[in-house]
């Protein structure tokens, strides 16, 4: 059984900063990509950062605000959040694509970010 377990989520001020982590855990057997998506009230899902075969992709919206890295060793993921905006409140998802007895994708349980303005 394959888990993602997120956290780091939290209220904070525009301009303000957080860091989101999400590790994965069970039987894995390889880890293709990890990133994150968000989810904001009445909208549809998005991504937000990815690493694929080592490489970051950003959404515009993000891109020069946000880091996401990958430390392989402990099959985690994180998103460095700087100059955070009130656009950017939201429900974070953990996705990883992982071979376990097959390959398919995961989800974690979702984490809430609140920025104030």
């Known amino acids: 059984q394959v888990q993602l377990v997120e956290s780091g989520g939290g209220l904070v001020q525009a301009g303000g900063s957080l860091r989101l982590s999400c590790r994965a855990s069970?039987?894995?057997?390889?880890?293709?990509?990890m990133g994150w998506y968000r989810q904001a009230p009445g909208k549809q899902r998005e991504l937000v950062a990815v690493?694929?075969?080592?490489?970051?992709n950003y959404a515009d919206s993000v891109r020069g605000r946000f880091t996401i890295s990958r430390d392989n060793d402990e099959n985690t993921v994180y998103l460095q959040m700087n100059s955070l905006k009130p656009e950017d409140t939201a429900v974070y998802y953990c996705?990883?694509?992982?071979?376990?007895?097959?390959?398919?994708?995961?989800w974690g349980q979702g984490t809430q970010v609140t920025v104030s303005s």
């Open positions: 996705n990883a694509h992982i071979e376990a007895n097959m390959l398919r994708s995961y």
């Open positions: 069970g039987s894995i057997s390889r880890i293709v990509r």
């Open positions: 690493v694929i075969n080592g490489s970051p």
